[in-house]
């Protein structure tokens, strides 16, 4: 039995490293020790495509004979931040009522690393929602990937629809988020349908 909790660990600690392209990233552990090995397949299970470095995590871990090794990712919090904007165009106000602005189910339409930017496209809007790099990093992420279900918080900024912030795809198709569905129009209904269809797959 000692074995078997040895092998199957609950851990926290910060994101040492994640490279999406390569597929792969550590942990240090808050206790100490070897590095965990992160794997991008164990993070997609959590629905993520990428996750910023300096993140906070909780993981499951197994020890193999290459070493330790999530197994699960139970939790991810953004890198702390000084409250300070990720960028200019987002007010100082905005950051501090983040919450306050409804998180909505999107997808990303394409998103350029090198270039620091990209957009996406909330459910039954045509409009293009730009999302800069910084703000991705301080949501927690550090790339995106064509097609990648996402939630967004959208405010509008001085050339357009900018995300103030993104979050895994989990927590914006919650069925406690009422600001989802506001009213019952029939394209309330169809982003109603169109989620609760994605969140049973």
């Not at 078997?4 to 206790?31: A, C, Q, R």
């Not at 987002?90 to 990303?108: E, F, G, N, W």
Request: proline content about 5%; glycine content about 8%; aromatic content about 8%.
């Amino acid at each position: 039995m000692k074995t078997d909790e040895m092998e199957n660990m609950l851990v926290s600690g910060l994101v040492k490293w994640f490279d999406p392209t390569k597929g792969y990233g550590f942990i240090v552990n808050d206790d100490g020790g070897a590095d965990i090995l992160l794997h991008a397949n164990v993070l997609r299970n959590f629905g993520r495509s990428s996750v910023a470095d300096h993140s906070r995590v909780v993981v499951q871990v197994q020890s193999t004979a290459r070493g330790l090794q999530a197994t699960e990712v139970l939790e991810i919090s953004p890198p702390e931040g000084d409250g300070t904007p990720p960028i200019e165009d987002l007010d100082a106000d905005i950051i501090r009522q983040l919450d306050s602005l409804p998180l909505q189910p999107a997808r990303v339409k394409w998103f350029d690393k090198a270039k620091g930017f990209g957009f996406a496209n909330i459910f039954g809007h045509s409009d293009d929602v730009f999302v800069h790099i910084e703000v991705l990093r301080h949501s927690g992420f550090s790339d995106l990937v064509l097609g990648e279900a996402i939630g967004l918080r959208v405010v509008e900024g001085p050339r357009g629809l900018m995300a103030a912030q993104v979050t895994s795809w989990d927590k914006a198709i919650q069925p406690t988020n009422v600001e989802l569905f506001p009213s019952s129009t029939q394209q309330n209904d169809d982003l109603r349908d169109w989620v609760l269809s994605r969140a049973a797959e």
